[in-house]
Nanobody, 119 residues
Framework: QVQLMESGGGLVQAGGSLTLSCAASGSDIPINAMGWYRQTPGKQRELVAGITRGGRTRYGDSVAGRFTVSGDNAKNMVYLQMNSVNPEDTAVYYC?????????????WGRGTQVTVSS
C-alpha cells in the first residue's frame, strides 16, 4: 500500500506564496502520476494540479497561471508552488497518486493539509 504524506500547509496572506510537498512511500507499486486536489466544506473535491512521471501537467482552471506543480521522480515527491494566493484558495489540500499516467484516475490519497489565506 502506498502512503502519501503532505506538508507545508498553513496560514498565508492574500497575495503571498506557499509551497506544499508530498512524499509517497511504503510500496514498490510504480507511481506514474501525482497531483493535488482541494476541498472546502460543502463542495466537491476539485483538481488543483497533476503531473505525470514524464512531466505532463494538468491544472484546474482557477489556479492556472498562479500555481505550479513539479515532481521529483527519484524521491517519489510532488510539490505545489502557490503564488498570488487569494482567500478563495483556502481549503484542505490533498495529495494524490496514480499508477496510471492519465491525470484522471487516482489510486491513493493523503490525509490533507489545511491552507488558509487571510485577506
Amino acid at each position: 500500500q502506498v502512503q502519501l504524506m503532505e506538508s507545508g500547509g498553513g496560514l498565508v496572506q492574500a497575495g503571498g506564496s506557499l509551497t506544499l510537498s508530498c512524499a509517497a512511500s511504503g510500496s514498490d507499486i510504480p507511481i506514474n502520476a501525482m497531483g493535488w486536489y482541494r476541498q472546502t466544506p460543502g463542495k466537491q473535491r476539485e483538481l488543483v494540479a497533476g503531473i505525470t512521471r514524464g512531466g505532463r501537467t494538468r491544472y484546474g482552471d482557477s489556479v492556472a497561471g498562479r500555481f505550479t506543480v513539479s515532481g521529483d521522480n527519484a524521491k517519489n515527491m510532488v510539490y505545489l508552488q502557490m503564488n498570488s494566493v487569494n482567500p478563495e484558495d483556502t481549503a484542505v489540500y490533498y495529495c494524490s497518486a496514480g499508477t496510471l499516467a492519465t491525470l484522471l484516475r487516482w489510486d491513493y490519497w493523503g490525509r490533507g493539509t489545511q491552507v488558509t489565506v487571510s485577506s
